[in-house]
């Protein structure tokens, strides 16, 4: 029997926990810090412990004998968590911090696809602001400018003119606007397409694929305002099949986990891709070293069996892919409910009604993303993201209709959510 501990706080983390607790092999989960979604899961309690903090973790660990660890964010994957875990004796899901570069330098990432032909944007990487500047007058491209180092979903800028490209530069080189993650900016050349999320497991060597996934990045409706962490996703996405996915499967993730391989840092964990998917096929925005979010919400409800088998897999170099099962046919959909105010400012400690209602719906999970318990152990807010309502069922449209239904029993101050989440699908006459 297993012992584990889950590094994180949002929804994704609580999908991860709901789908670990139904194993039969797993004893105790620790949510590390969790929130109040995870607190109320079966076998699981929430530990206050940063998931920044490796020695308090290490220290936790070895004194509760935990067994196995699942890293949700990136943060700690690439401050080195699993390598810190790994020279304590005890296996943890994710890359190493040489392999989460693939995330955490996006200067690092575009080289490595470079080096190993897969399908990307043209990109020059710059550390002189002069330099960044005479590049933008005679690009031969539209542009898409990103600081290179980690900076939490908000370092990217897509320029509607060369004066905020020019802006988005010096914000980055010279006033340091996202500190030290913006001491190298990569111009890339603007792609056009439809976003797809494709993730897989990776042992290091073997990889098996998860349904495609589809975000929802603005805040609000027809793709408008501000990007967000996430406001709502669906899987499988139906712009991708079979034969689209095994090109991706060949010419983007077998690459990746090869080259990782050859230059000795072996890619172990959840291998995200971002592709665009453009009229000269797909191509690669980002990878990321981890879960998405809120991917993970749609995808791990559609694995088929006990998901510990395979995240073993991952972290011990001996992934068996007929562990890797899906539901068919099958759709999950995800719809977030914000805090009034995000992606900006928010209030939190509102009070939520109407979860036990939601939830009782077959078919329903309500993951918690930013929510605590007050002092008299009621559901609050705590976070701009405040639940992912996730539904499933054998189509897609089946699957929104009963994620907005179970949404339409909870409640809580300013709550703001986007109506469209898969309408793009649902009018694309292939669902
Ligand atoms: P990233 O964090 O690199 O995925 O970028 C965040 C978002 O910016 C993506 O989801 C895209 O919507 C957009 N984006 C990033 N790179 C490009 C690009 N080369 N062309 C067009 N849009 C992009
Ligand atoms: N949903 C986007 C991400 O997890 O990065």
Redesign the pocket.
């Known amino acids: 029997m297993f012992t584990l501990l889950i590094l994180g706080s949002g929804a994704r983390e609580h999908a991860l926990a709901w789908k670990l607790a139904q194993s039969p092999q797993v004893r105790t989960i620790f949510a590390v810090p969790g929130n109040a979604g995870t607190a109320r899961e079966a076998k699981t309690q929430n530990i206050p412990i940063d998931p920044m903090d490796f020695s308090a973790l290490l220290t936790f660990a070895r004194e509760r004998e935990v067994d196995f660890v699942v890293v949700g964010p990136e943060a700690p994957l690439a401050a080195g968590v699993v390598d810190a875990f790994a020279r304590a004796g005890i296996p943890a899901f994710g890359p190493s911090a040489a392999a989460a570069r693939i995330e955490s330098s996006k200067a690092f990432a575009r080289d490595f696809m470079a080096r190993y032909g897969v399908p990307a944007?043209r990109y020059r990487v710059f550390e002189d602001v002069d330099a960044a500047m005479r590049f933008l007058r005679t690009a031969p491209f539209e542009v898409?400018i990103?600081a290179s180092g980690l900076a939490a979903?908000k370092g990217?800028i897509?320029p509607q003119s060369r004066e905020e490209a020019e802006d988005a530069v010096r914000a980055m080189l010279v006033e340091r606007r996202f500190g030290e993650a913006g001491a190298r900016v990569l111009i890339?050349?603007?792609?056009f397409g439809q976003?797809v999320s494709v993730l897989a497991f990776c042992d290091g060597e073997r990889l098996a694929l998860m349904p495609p996934a589809q975000d929802h990045?603005a805040v609000f409706d027809g793709d408008r305002g501000p990007?967000t962490g996430g406001m709502g996703a669906y899987a499988p996405a139906p712009l991708l099949d079979a034969s689209a996915l095994a090109v991706i499967e060949r010419d983007i993730l077998r690459p990746v986990v090869r080259g990782m391989a050859a230059e000795g840092t072996p890619y172990r964990g959840a291998l995200y891709a971002?592709l665009?998917i453009t009229s000269h096929g797909p191509k690669v925005?980002?990878f990321n070293c981890r879960f998405g979010d809120p991917e993970a919400e749609v995808i791990l409800p559609l694995f088929e069996g006990d998901l510990l088998a395979p995240l073993l897999g991952c972290a011990t170099g001996a992934l068996d892919a007929t562990q890797v099962r899906w539901r068919r046919p099958a759709a999950a959909a995800c719809v977030v409910a914000a805090a009034p105010g995000y992606p900006g400012p928010y209030p939190k400690g509102a009070p939520i009604h109407g979860l036990e209602s939601a939830a009782s719906q077959p078919g329903v999970m309500v993951f918690h993303a930013g929510t605590t318990l007050d002092a008299t152990n009621r559901v609050v807010t705590n976070g701009g993201r405040v639940l992912a309502v996730t539904a499933w069922a054998q189509s897609l449209p089946e699957a929104l209709e009963r994620a907005y239904q179970a949404l339409g029993d909870i409640r809580f101050e300013g709550m703001h959510y986007r109506r469209d989440i898969g309408a793009r699908a649902l009018n694309s006459g292939l669902v």
């Open positions: 944007p898409v990103k979903g990217v897509v890339e050349e603007r792609l976003e990045k990007n971002g665009m925005l980002e």
